[in-house]
């Protein structure tokens, strides 16, 4: 055998074996993961919306489903209308519509734990009667698709006060929506060939398939992944991304007088229905945790300079003031209970915590009280 045979074999040889030796010491560590430090698999469950005309997709009805979203499994229940409930199925007493994204929708703790599920506890005793929240909260939805349900659920009872939730983040789109088709609310990446030889195509055709399979199967991903989401962010797999509404460039964009026109859109539909409305700005994380704004700084390689963290709130409750509309800004309390060591977001998923859902209810309970036992 010729020495450049030779060396080819044992290459190959030498290959197999370090390929070989990965995978084992993979396996090793996955089992030892599950055993010392079990993580919280993501299931993706797009069985649980449905397509649906103007708004995109809804909620389906009649579901009892388990659902672990990174935080842990909660448990999923709706009723016949598609609101989210909690055990004891629907409840009666006073309505009240609570509208938003999936920060109300709160698929990251059980029903009994969100905003809505204290909501209906706290404001029943506050003001003597039973009160039933019915949570509209949609995963990806924005001020055009609450409008729009508040149209369609408003004929349904007699509500006396919808509250609504604006996510700071993303809520204040630069474009008005009116119309959106039915579609697939959760969607999967799969495996195909690049469109371009771009960087962003090699990442949508490969290395997020790869992470949408491991984040579902591995307990060590998971692991990893949690100690490099700087990295993550640099690499492009990242679900998080940097809004827009909070560079300084932004501060006098149409946004926040879209969103307000939106909002006063909101209270004029109850009003018509005789119900009263407030309107609560839920922080985001990085906007409350220092921590995590230096590492979405390093992730996205962020000059702090062109950036104002509390533009987004500033101008929402600018914007919505002047529009006659009630306002509750959550960043202060939040800024507060999470410097006294209040985890008020989750660990894996950005959304709130147990803790945070809590924080919330004691923010928003006394006004909403008020305005029930006015009228």
Known sequence: ??????????AFVNGALFVTSLILAAGVAEVGVRIAAPQQ??????DLWEPADTVGWLRRSNVDARVNTGEGTVRLITDHYGFRVGEERRRTGVPVLLLGDSFMEAL???????????????LSAATGEPVAVRNAGINGWAPTQYLSRAR??????????????????NDAQPVRTDYIPPRTQVQRHRFRLPK??????????????????????SHLFVLLRSQLETLRMRAGLSPLYFPQEFRRSEADAERWAISAQVCRDISDVAAQHGARTLFVLIPADFQVIPEKFKSYTRGFNIDTDSV?????????????TSQGLLVLDALPLFRELSNDGRSLYGTVDQHLSEAGHRALADLVTPVAAAILNDQ
């Open 196 to 217: 371009a030889m771009t960087r962003r195509e090699f990442v949508d055709a490969g290395l997020r398939p790869v992470n949408d399979i491991l984040e579902e199967r």
């Open 41 to 46: 698999l993501i299931l993706i469950r797009p």
């Open 108 to 122: 990251q703790v059980d029903h009994e734990q969100s905003l809505a599920g204290l909501l209906d506890m706290s």
């Open 1 to 10: 055998m010729s020495d450049k045979r030779r060396w080819i074999r044992m």
């Open 308 to 320: 104002d963290l509390e533009q987004p709130t500033r101008r929402l409750k600018e914007e919505l």
């Open 152 to 169: 369609a659920l408003l004929p349904n009872e007699p509500y006396r006060l919808v509250i609504t939730a604006i996510y700071v983040g």
